[in-house]
């Protein structure tokens, strides 16, 4: 496979040569022991992707000779965005992980009832960027050629009368164990909204809001899934259902 490194702010022109961030060269010249003329891919997240080829500068620099561009999408034909509710470190890390293989659009950690934050809204920017890293070596990983935006954490109750006010056309969905079995709903024709409870499921209390605005409540079959397992089988199953044409 041809190694592929994302680069903010990519110059859009053949022959050009860009500079690879500090800790992508050394993990091109370090980890991977790439040579110079190596074939590489880079992007900047903003959709296609540039072939090229590497020449090290020095020891511990790098840059790509741009070649030619590939105005490439792997992108799901309908818009998802995920709600998931907070998990512990190295969960939250691998729920963001899947779902940026698994193709949704924006990830936005949630607060609920039974949530357990571990101080998460108190160190909301510093956790943002480290979810942005996962997301970002996810893209690089599974070939995508736009990085989905994660969040910074919030509240339930506040994004979801955010997304009831400012987002009244898309599909609002709502993980639960009795809900309408997934694969019975139709394709979606509009952006799709995904929310997945903590790892003590949803209070009463959010099921109740939720169907008051409008939440659809969905299944994934008759066995209960762990948090960021339900994520990640739900975004499979609409890849499987919807997405590959």
Known sequence: MVARFFVPDLTPEAGALVSLPAEVAHHALRVLRLR??????????????????????GRDAARVRLETFEPVSRELPFSVTLGQALLPAERMDWAIQKAVELGAARIVPLVTARTQTGGALERGARKQMHWQRVAVAAVQQCARTVVPEVARPCHW????????????????WLLAPQGVPLSRLPPPSRPVIVLVGPEGGWSAEELS???????????LGPRILRSETAAAAALAMMQALWGER
């Open 157 to 172: 109750r506040e994004w979801i009368e955010d997304v009831r006010t400012n987002h009244p056309e898309a599909h609002r």
């Open 209 to 219: 809001e939720a169907e008051r605005i409008g939440v659809e409540c969905i299944g």
């Open 36 to 57: 110079a003329g190596a074939p590489v891919v880079v992007f900047d997240g903003r959709g296609g992707e540039w072939r090229g080829v590497l020449e090290p500068v």
